[in-house]
């Protein structure tokens, strides 16, 4: 199995990781853009190292079987920060839009200037302030687990499962949902030190919160299917 540059940009993306896991917890702006910079670049390589070794004939057991891997690691080291950064205290850790008015202070309900939510920041919508309950991690997380214990099992039978088309719109929506999110940090950081306030502020507090519910939503709905699919034709 040759260690070709598609696969070293994979073993790049898997290195990547914990780097883009631990900068989200820097209480700097400027960290937190840079994580969202390097989370955006290693889901751009993500694509880019797979059309490369498609269109090169350079595809290899070795990289159907790191590419997935990649993607998990790289779901994992987003999932950790947006748990704890989000909401997972106070009452932002249910489903339900929190109490906190969105117009309380400068930065609508996000850090010092609203009560209770001190060290969160939640996905703030026209409908309400959300917080990101436990069991939407569990489902996306436990799917992705699940698949790398399968694809291990199968790839120690000599059998490599690569992932489907549905698998691959199911991680274009959960990176568009970590990457709206891993900007919202920034964005809500920032707002913090510069005291930001204003209709602008506001709507791009709201349409960043839709985008990252919408995105959540689809995301877990794919994942689902994508499972059932893997189980009813784990061929594919």
Excluded at 145 to 162: C, H, N, P, Q, V
Excluded at 168 to 190: L, M, R, S
């Amino acid at each position: 199995m040759a260690m070709n540059l598609p696969n070293a940009l994979t073993v790049a993306r898997i290195v990547a990781a914990p780097v883009v896991a631990a900068l989200p917890f820097s209480e700097s702006w400027e960290l937190r853009l840079f994580a969202f910079v390097l989370f955006l670049v290693v889901a751009i390589t993500d694509y880019y190292d797979g059309k490369l070794a498609r269109t090169h004939g350079m595809v290899t057991d070795l990289g159907k079987l790191l590419d997935p891997i990649a993607d998990k690691l790289l779901l994992l080291a987003t999932f950790v920060p947006m748990f704890i950064l989000v909401g997972s205290r106070h009452s932002l850790s249910l489903w339900s839009p929190n109490p906190v008015s969105i117009y309380d202070g400068a930065i609508l309900g996000v850090g010092p200037a609203a009560p209770g939510v001190h060290d969160a920041f939640p996905y703030v919508t026209p409908f309400g302030v959300f917080g990101l309950p436990w069991w939407i991690i569990a489902v996306v997380l436990g799917r992705e687990a699940f698949m790398t214990i399968y694809r291990l099992l199968r790839a120690s039978k000599g059998e490599i499962i690569s992932a489907s088309r549905m698998g691959k719109w199911k991680t274009g929506f959960q990176w568009t949902w970590v990457g709206a999110t891993f900007f919202w940090f920034a964005a809500a950081t920032a707002a913090v030190q510069y005291h930001w306030s204003g209709a602008w502020w506001l709507g791009f507090a709201y349409f960043n919160g839709t985008v990252n519910i919408v995105s959540m939503i689809v995301a877990v709905i794919l994942t689902l299917y994508s499972q059932l699919l893997y189980l009813r034709r784990p061929s594919e």
